[in-house]
T-cell receptor, first 116, second 110 residues
Framework: GAVVSQHPSRVICKSGTSVKIECRSLDFQATTMFWYRQFPKQSLMLMATSNEGSKATYEQGVEKDKFLINHASLTLSTLTVTSAHPEDSSFYIC????????????FGEGSRLTVL | SQQGEEDPQALSIQEGENATMNCSYKTSINNLQWYRQNSGRGLVHLILIRSNEREKHSGRLRVTLDTSKKSSSLLITASRAADTASYFCATGGSWGKLQFGAGTQVVVTP
């Protein structure tokens, strides 16, 4: 199946700093990617839909100025957690959809963010 | 917000036994999917069942769907230690915007 890569897989940062997480579709073009957040032993919560060449669509309650999403190319979406605080510590997972409209969905391996 | 709930939240079984978990959802769907997540890892797609299907099989997996009750079940037969993982149902269009259930943590002991 198609491969979606996330980097870094783990990151530890100090409170107040910003952290960028990359989501790449390695062997297909993804016009749409999705970012999820997962707390320990909980389900995945959709944060935003990342659209290539346009602004991301955020779910209700997700601060767009806190979680900056950029989808500058058909193979890369980035999530930047700005001025991170300990409560932002979480597991962030992206997924990428092949093709436009209907298409298969593939998930990255996730990125664990720990804010000290 | 999460689409639905899953039960049980946790399930502990021995190798060779069957594991059954259920998922309920709230809105009308076109299809329902099941995913597996190993601890600290991404999601692996297991199976998709369409709204006009009642049952689907894939290897040791059996999924049922009851749209009148807005519920689905996942059965893993002859479980193995490698089946230890969290299992999530998800609904949403083929556009990829999925809503996940709460998940069931399955532990299979040798």
């Amino acid at each position: 199946g198609a491969v979606v890569s996330q980097h870094p897989s783990r990151v530890i940062c100090k409170s107040g700093t910003s952290v960028k997480i990359e989501c790449r579709s390695l062997d297909f073009q993804a016009t749409t990617m999705f970012w999820y957040r997962q707390f320990p032993k909980q389900s995945l919560m959709l944060m935003a839909t990342s659209n290539e060449g346009s602004k991301a669509t955020y779910e209700q309650g997700v601060e767009k100025d806190k979680f900056l999403i950029n989808h500058a190319s058909l193979t890369l979406s980035t999530l930047t957690v700005t001025s991170a605080h300990p409560e932002d510590s979480s597991f962030y997972i992206c997924s990428a959809k092949t093709g436009k409209g209907t298409g298969e969905l593939f998930f990255g391996e996730g990125s664990r963010l720990t804010v000290l | 917000s999460q689409q639905g709930e899953e039960d049980p939240q946790a399930l502990s079984i021995q190798e060779g036994e069957n594991a059954t978990m259920n998922c309920s959802y709230k809105t009308s769907i076109n299809n329902l999917q099941w995913y597996r997540q190993n601890s600290g890892r991404g999601l692996v797609h297991l199976i998709l069942i369409r709204s006009n299907e009642r049952e689907k099989h894939s290897g040791r997996l059996r999924v049922t769907l009851d749209t009148s009750k807005k519920s689905s079940s996942l059965l893993i037969t002859a479980s193995r230690a490698a089946d230890t993982a969290s299992y999530f149902c998800a609904t949403g269009g083929s556009w990829g915007k999925l809503q996940f259930g709460a998940g069931t943590q399955v532990v299979v002991t040798p």
